[in-house]
C-alpha cells in the first residue's frame, strides 16, 4: 500500500506549511503581519457609527489605500 504525502494532498506550497512546528508557523505569520503593515495596511478597527460613543467631528476616514495624502499626480492619459 502507498503512503500519501502531503505535496500529493496539498501541493508542496502547503506541505511545507503543514510541516513547520506551531511556532515556526507563528513567527511566519508574523513576518506577514510586518509585511502587512509596511504596505500601507492598518490595524485600526472600522469606527461603530452606530455606537453612543461614536464621534463623527473626531473620526476621520481612512484614503482607499490607507495611508493619508496621497494625491493624484497625472490626471491626463499617458
Known amino acids: 500500500m502507498e503512503r500519501l504525502r502531503a505535496e500529493d494532498i496539498a501541493g508542496e506550497e502547503w506541505a511545507e ?3 513547520l512546528s506551531p511556532e515556526e508557523r507563528f513567527l ?3 513576518k506577514l503581519w510586518d509585511t502587512y503593515l ?3 495596511g492598518s490595524l485600526e478597527p472600522e469606527p ?3 455606537s453612543p460613543f461614536f464621534d463623527p467631528e473626531e473620526w476621520r476616514a481612512n484614503a482607499s ?3 493619508p ?3 493624484v499626480l497625472r490626471r491626463g492619459g499617458v
Open 28 to 30: 511566519e505569520s508574523m
Open 48 to 50: 461603530d457609527t452606530q
Open 17 to 19: 506549511w503543514y510541516a
Open 38 to 40: 509596511a504596505l500601507g
Open 65 to 67: 489605500d490607507g495611508r
Open 69 to 71: 495624502g496621497v494625491r
